[in-house]
């Protein structure tokens, strides 16, 4: 399909391991954004990327999590020696953003990946 | 903060149209009101968006009062299917300035249920 696609679906990791979860946004779109949601509540905003650059990392909520986008296409998100605040579901957006820089498009999520730290 | 307000939940029979109300009496010039559903282990889903004008697609409609205070998103005629948390999010559209400025807020949702 064309959507956005995240791997993997599930992942479990015991507690102090680090995780690495991959996102594939929609071919030709601008901006990446990375969600987290905890169980019974919105998505909350981690970072976002302009292609390659990222110029938002404020909702990051430590130096354990970090993102990238080498190539302006796929993303991953890296969470170092995890800790169980840290299960949640990890949702991937991407969007269009015709013209550098300005925003001006929906977000099309994917279908996130769960996240369980025992 | 989400600057939105909506209700809780609501319930809806199958067949008729749904109305799901939005409060966003802080908007500002160059905020669009965008609507997403998020069904059960499933990412949101866009629905629809609008600046000041009432807007139609496929999937449902958008109603903007004229003082852009609030809006009402109408799935014409609900199924089953459209069971799902419903989220009203405001954002600017423009050039990026800085942190925050691309991202969407979520608030808590209205959960519709689908009543057979």
């Known amino acids: 399909g064309a959507g956005v696609s995240q791997s993997p679906r599930y992942k479990v990791a015991k507690r102090g391991q680090d995780v690495a979860l991959r996102c594939d946004p929609i071919?030709?779109?601008?901006?990446l954004f990375w969600y987290q949601q905890a169980l019974g509540q919105g998505p909350e905003f981690l970072t976002y990327?302009?292609?390659?650059?990222?110029?938002?990392k404020s909702g990051l909520p430590s130096d354990r999590f970090f993102a990238e986008r080498p190539e302006g296409s796929v993303s991953t998100l890296k969470i170092q020696r995890t800790q169980q605040e840290d299960s949640a579901v990890y949702l991937c957006?991407?969007?269009?953003?015709?013209?550098?820089?300005?925003?001006?498009?929906?977000?099309?999520f994917g279908n996130g990946t769960r996240l369980t730290v025992t | 903060d989400a600057k939105t307000t909506q209700p809780t939940s609501m319930d809806c029979a199958e067949g008729r149209a749904a109305n799901l109300p939005c409060n966003h009496s802080?908007?500002?010039?160059?905020?669009?009101v965008y609507w997403y559903r998020q069904i059960h282990s499933q990412g949101p889903q866009y629905i629809i968006h609008?600046?000041?004008n009432n807007e139609t697609n496929e999937m449902a409609s958008l109603i903007i009062t004229e003082d852009r205070k609030s809006s009402t998103l109408i799935l014409p005629h609900a199924t089953l299917r459209d069971t799902a948390v419903y989220y009203c999010?405001?954002?600017?559209?423009?050039?990026?300035?800085?942190?925050?400025?691309?991202?969407?807020?979520f608030g808590k949702g209205t959960k519709l249920s689908v009543i057979p």
């Open positions: 957006a991407s969007s269009l953003d015709e013209g550098l820089g300005y925003n001006n498009s929906p977000l099309h």
């Open positions: 071919s030709g779109h601008v901006s």
């Open positions: 990327f302009q292609n390659e650059a990222q110029l938002d």
């Open positions: 802080t908007i500002s010039g160059n905020e669009y």
């Open positions: 609008g600046l000041k």
């Open positions: 999010i405001v954002r600017a559209e423009g050039e990026y300035s800085g942190a925050g400025s691309y991202q969407l807020t």
